[in-house]
């Protein structure tokens, strides 16, 4: 666009008229047609909606004079009045071969319909049944063929006595030959008396009618309801109409009477209209009439008022061609730039907005798996828990239960798998409500689901927890069809309880799928009287790498609560050494990394537990520690930790960049490449490659276990530049392919 044009006042006078003369005229105009087509819309609306709720009860009635002409068939069938004949001549009448061909026939005549499950033909004075699988006694048909709870049964049985023109009960459940069904009883007296002698009892499958229903029925209604004295026997809901656009435009009810039967048709239509401009010729002569006068009155407007705006859009158009020229070529008025700004602004909003929550849930996330992994805390780290708007303290009570989906064994299904995440979703915030206890469910690497139960008064008594689990395994059951595996641990007072809570539970789980898969003749009652000392390995990580840095109070309050912890599980002295001795095992690592001569730690550790004193042996351990962390404190200086802990930390937010290298770290922070190799194993304890690769591994397993995207797309994902440089790494770690990873994870 020219200069003279983006900045001028006769492009100002003309916008401006428009502004201020054509708003009225425009206004009063539209609102005068929207009125009308509104009227107009809403009436060809309802037309078009009566149309349709009479098509679908035409649709449905249709089916049903099927049905009852099947009644009227199989009532004049001389073999059906035979039947109805309080005799047994039949038998003599009829022979195996034309019995057969009678069964043959009447299923024919079942499945033509496309709506029904099976039928069936009830004698009631003879108390016999037949179908297409033969003749039954009642009691025998209704407790191996099809089998109803007592209460339907007694309901099937009294309807067929009494004379029934054309009946439909509400669904129910039976299981046809030991499969479940949901079906819709429809019973057809033979004869016309009281008590007829023969009843066509139909049962149409809700499945096949809901088929059938969705093939002939309604695209233009949000919510079908067919009702039989005022109890449903189907509904249709079209998924997205019901919810997202009912809920903002709302909607009406159209009900229709069966001509066939005493069944009421119920569909709910948006109470919505489509607004058009049919009369286009008023609008435009006022709209050119507008413009005329706009531009005579324009002229004198822009000289009197709008003379300081002019100076100003001009400055604001010489910026916008400065900030646009690298860029594209401006095009439209200073308008059209202003909305483009303020689109550009909204978009890099939303962006940042998207950024910062996936940050926030990322972060939130590994701060759940911190907590199960063992939180020993100190200021800075409950100010963290505060900042992501996580109320956990010491003084509240937690516990942790897993929920695993390890029973399905068709995990390609992603959107079964899905359906029951959802489910899950639901399920336990319904039955947290209802025991009133706070809680966060998030994804874990051992099972699929953990939950962190809190609360600040103590709770768990009397089977509470059990209840809990066996709640969410019932309700999950019932609506996703498996079951799931629902363990919950102990309840714990304090942050480090979650870490307690989760691995007490993750035992259960591990020991029932390596029961299920290896050990199915061990009993359960002789494996839980195995009693094993707790030192998590996680735990031992965080020991070590408080070890390492110096901080003597994380490190004793680790000890601590692994002494108490292995105190409440009455190890023998046995298992109270081996533990003593590996926790020495592990100084004695350090020790090592730390390049300080081991033999006289050894020795002194042997000569004392020769005299099998624990106390003692504790007591040793924590003077170990004390001289570690010490010796540390002293020896790593501050710009040294400050250095690693931001090397650490770049790392650990970097590490899916196929660009993070030894080189790259040392042009970043401005050193070597040696001093950076040594500050960062001096940090984590491990050189650095091999800390880049674990946790690139460690990521790639769980994209592999959730079987999302291809192999090629993990190891772009995790930071490799190609797929065979990560399988060389995956075998490196795992000693595995990715492959044989992915069918073991099933």
């Known amino acids: 666009m020219r200069l003279g044009n983006f900045g001028s006042v006769t492009f100002r006078k003309i916008f401006l008229s428009y502004t201020v003369i054509l708003i009225i005229p425009i206004i009063v105009f539209s609102s005068l047609n929207v009125q009308r087509n509104i009227r107009e819309e809403r009436q060809r609306l309802h037309d078009k909606h009566v149309s349709d709720a009479n098509r679908i009860a035409v649709v449905v009635d249709d089916k049903l004079q099927e ?390 008064a103590l709770f768990g008594q009397e089977g509470r927890m059990e209840r809990i689990a066996a709640s969410i395994t019932e309700e999950i059951e019932q609506a996703c069809g498996f079951h799931p595996y629902v363990l919950p641990g102990t309840v714990e007072k304090g942050l480090v309880g979650i870490s307690k809570s989760y691995y007490t539970a993750n035992e259960s789980l591990q020991f029932i799928m390596f029961s299920r898969d290896h050990l199915p003749d061990i009993q359960e009652e002789t494996a839980q009287t195995i009693v094993e000392y707790y030192y998590p390995t996680d735990w031992e990580v965080q020991l070590i790498n408080n070890l390492k840095i110096g901080n003597l109070d994380t490190t004793m309050q680790i000890l601590h609560e692994i002494s108490a912890e292995n105190g409440k599980r009455c190890l023998s002295e046995a298992s109270t050494m081996r533990l003593v001795s590996l926790l020495m095992e592990t100084m004695l690592r350090v020790l090592h990394e730390l390049n300080l001569d081991t033999g006289i730690y050894v020795k002194q550790f042997a000569n004392k537990a020769e005299g099998s004193d624990v106390a003692e042996l504790w007591s040793y351990v924590y003077e170990v520690v004390t001289l570690i962390c010490e010796r540390n404190r002293y020896s790593n200086s501050m710009p040294t930790i400050e250095v690693g802990s931001q090397l650490l930390q770049y790392v650990n937010e970097n590490y899916t960049s196929s660009d993070v290298s030894l080189k790259q770290l040392a042009e970043i922070f401005q050193m070597s490449v040696s001093k950076v190799s040594k500050i960062f194993k001096e940090v984590t304890g491990i050189n650095f490659y091999d800390y880049l690769c674990r946790l690139r591994m460690e990521m790639a397993k769980e994209l592999l276990r959730e079987r999302k995207c291809g192999i090629d797309v993990i190891a772009r994902r995790v930071g490799y530049e190609n797929v065979y440089s990560f399988k060389r790494a995956f075998v490196r770690y795992e000693g595995i392919k990715p492959d044989e990873y992915v069918d073991i994870a099933m």
């Open 67 to 456: 049905l009852k002409n099947l009644g009227k068939l199989m009532g004049e069938e001389s073999w059906v009045r035979k039947m109805m004949q309080n005799t047994d001549v039949y038998e003599n009448e009829f022979d195996f071969l034309k019995m057969l061909e009678i069964r043959r026939n009447f299923e024919n005549s079942i499945n033509s319909l496309n709506i029904l499950s099976f039928g069936m033909i009830v004698f009631p004075e003879k108390k016999q049944i037949f179908s297409a699988w033969g003749t039954y006694a009642e009691d025998d048909f209704f407790s191996s063929v099809a089998v109803f709870d007592n209460e339907v049964q007694q309901r099937i049985e009294s309807t067929a006595l009494e004379q029934q023109y054309f009946k439909m009960l509400p669904p129910e459940t039976m299981k046809l030959w030991g499969n479940s069904k949901r079906v819709i009883p429809v019973f057809q007296s033979l004869e016309v008396v009281n008590q007829p002698r023969g009843v066509l009892v139909l049962f149409i499958d809700s499945a096949y009618f809901s088929d059938y229903m969705h093939r002939f029925g309604s695209i233009e209604s949000t919510d079908i309801l067919i009702t039989t004295q005022g109890q449903s026997i189907y509904r249709q809901t079209q998924a997205g109409l019901a919810g997202e656009e009912q809920g903002s435009q709302g909607s009406y009810q159209l009900v229709v009477s069966s001509l066939e039967s005493d069944l009421k048709y119920k569909m709910s239509y948006l109470d919505s209209s489509v607004i058009g401009i049919n009369n286009l010729f008023s609008s435009l002569l006022a709209i050119m009439i507008s413009i005329a006068l706009g531009a005579l009155t324009a002229f004198l407007l822009a000289k009197i008022s709008y003379h300081p705006l002019g100076a100003l859009l001009s400055k604001l158009s010489a910026a916008i061609r400065y900030d646009d020229v690298r860029s594209s070529p401006i095009s439209g008025s200073e308008y059209n730039y202003i909305e483009k700004s303020f689109d550009r602004l909204l978009h890099e909003n939303e962006k940042l907005q998207r950024s910062m929550q996936d940050y926030e849930k990322a972060a939130k996330s590994n701060l759940f798996q911190r907590l199960l992994k063992g939180y020993f805390t100190d200021d800075q780290q409950m100010n963290g828990l505060k900042k992501i708007g996580i109320g956990y303290t010491d003084e509240m009570y937690y516990c942790t239960v897993l929920i695993s989906f390890h029973a399905i064994r068709d995990v390609s299904d992603f959107g079964q798998i899905r359906k029951i995440e959802l489910m899950t979703l639901v399920i336990v915030e319904k039955v947290m409500e209802r025991h009133g206890l706070d809680y966060e469910l998030f994804e874990v690497t051992h099972a699929d689901k953990a939950l962190i139960l809190s609360s600040e």
